[in-house]
């Protein structure tokens, strides 16, 4: 795959598969063996899915946005930006279940995503400000 298409896939696994819950993409796209690395532990493929499920549950007007891309090779380093208005029971927060806030939040993520020799996301380490999205989800003191 050409830089272009790499990035194009990222952008569009985001707002397609991940926002609209479109699990044969996501399924084509990562890695059977894939590992996400994040401040809060690692997860497995999964309970990735599982997580995106709880995200689209407990949030509306939810979108994902990536930026500043930087392709070397078989990884991309970005900027993530994950938002919308928390109105359902988000069951998959760092701290457990938190009841809905009817409040608007903005999660920045730094992303840096490696690729395996078919194109398919095989691992990615995550880091964002996990006090701040407690913080926005009304959940500061738990």
Do not use: C
Not at 9 to 35: H, K
Request: overall charge negative.
């Amino acid at each position: 795959m050409t830089r272009n298409e790499i990035i194009q896939n990222l952008v569009q696994i985001g707002e397609q598969a991940i926002v609209r819950e479109n699990n044969a993409v996501l399924d084509a796209y990562f890695s059977p063996d894939y590992t996400f690395h994040g401040p809060t532990g690692d997860l497995d493929y999964p309970g990735l899915r599982s997580y995106f499920a709880a995200e689209r549950a407990a949030f509306s007007n939810f979108t994902i946005t990536r930026s500043f891309m930087v392709v070397e090779g078989n990884f991309i380093a970005t900027q993530t930006t994950f938002s919308g208005v928390f109105e359902r029971e988000f069951t998959q927060s760092p701290v457990g279940t938190l009841p809905p806030t009817g409040q608007s939040f903005t999660q920045n993520i730094m992303n840096i995503f490696r690729y395996d020799e078919d194109g398919r996301l095989a691992e990615e380490w995550v880091q964002y400000d996990v006090r701040d999205f407690l913080r926005q989800l009304g959940a500061e003191g738990k």
